[in-house]
């Protein structure tokens, strides 16, 4: 063991000031470290821990929960609750948001989806935890509207990969740093400082089996990339689809990429599959802080007012050329510029204005 190393916590008291609100957001940041350990330990034990397997109930989006969920959500709810540092608490598998109790000191909402890709941890494929902060009204207890701001008001966001290594990716507002947690020990170590996201790509992610479903700017980008040297991109492409949103935007940090989960037709009610608070923003916030982009297809992630915590929305994020050249095919199909691109399913076009 080096001594010399970056643990989160000696990071985070030389990244943020000295103010009070600083040094509670540090607490705080080292409270998700706290939950992240022990989902981690629980995920890595798997199918020997019993903790495996669906539950009979429905999370608030009427997707039946897998045991990880509800115990990882306790894992995140119990660690906050003995912290002291969130005035309140959102999640996926919460229908409306907690106040925590006697805490009305805290400073902070912490919005979060315990443990994202959970599809994928019956078949022992990477999953994860994605948090957002914001700041908690003074003075009083929070109302669920206090929760709806724009993700650019976050004061920190981040994610917990539960991979070959657990890592811990998180930001401030001053760049993107990765930490690896050290099993043995127990401490996150500062393995990835500084994350840059290289601003060109030739790998990208969507799921496929939408394509019918997507709107004519993102089937005219996904056609170019398949048609590689033989079409205007001139060169070939590779695509990757984990579906686990956590281990995607992992990748983009790592080499660079574009990740949709485009607004489509495939359920109108719905407007995209992901979740707006809990994994758009925070991970809006992550990509942009390491020079990357995330947007709608029409506006930046981090502008969209939000409506309701459990919202969906459209995501397009990753490497900044790739983003904006898809934001430019949803301009010049908007605008009628682009006329090969129309599909008989969206001729509804007032659906999407
Ligand atoms: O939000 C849930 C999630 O599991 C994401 O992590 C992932 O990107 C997506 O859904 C996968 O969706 P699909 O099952 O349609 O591929």
Known sequence: MHLGRTTLSKFLIQELDGSAQSRHLAALLVDVASAVKAISAMTAKGALAGVLGSLETENVQGEVQKKLDVLSNTAFVNTFQLGGLAAGLA?????????????????????????????????NVSVGSIFSVIAAPEGRPPQPQDYLNPGREQLAAGYAVYGPA????????????????????????????????????????????????????????VAECKAGKTDVRGRDFNMRWIASMVAEVHRILMRGGIFMYPRDMKDPSKPGRLRLMYEANPMGMVVEQAGGLASTGRSRILDVQPDQIHQRIGVILGSRNEVERVERYHREYDTGEDKQYTSPLFKERSLYQ
Not at 173 to 198: A, C, M, S
Not at 215 to 221: A, F
């Open 91 to 123: 999640s996926e598998e919460m229908d409306d948001p907690v106040t925590v109790q006697g805490k009305t000191e805290g400073r902070f909402l912490v919005i979060f989806d315990p443990l994202d890709g959970s599809s994928n941890i019956d078949v």
């Open 166 to 221: 657990t890592m811990m990716v998180i930001t401030v507002g001053k760049g993107t740093h990765g930490f690896t947690l050290d099993r043995e020990v127990g401490n996150f170590i500062l393995t990835h400082p500084n994350i840059q996201i290289p601003a060109d790509t030739s790998e990208f992610a969507i799921n496929t089996s939408n394509e019918r479903f997507w709107e004519p700017p993102v089937q005219r980008y």
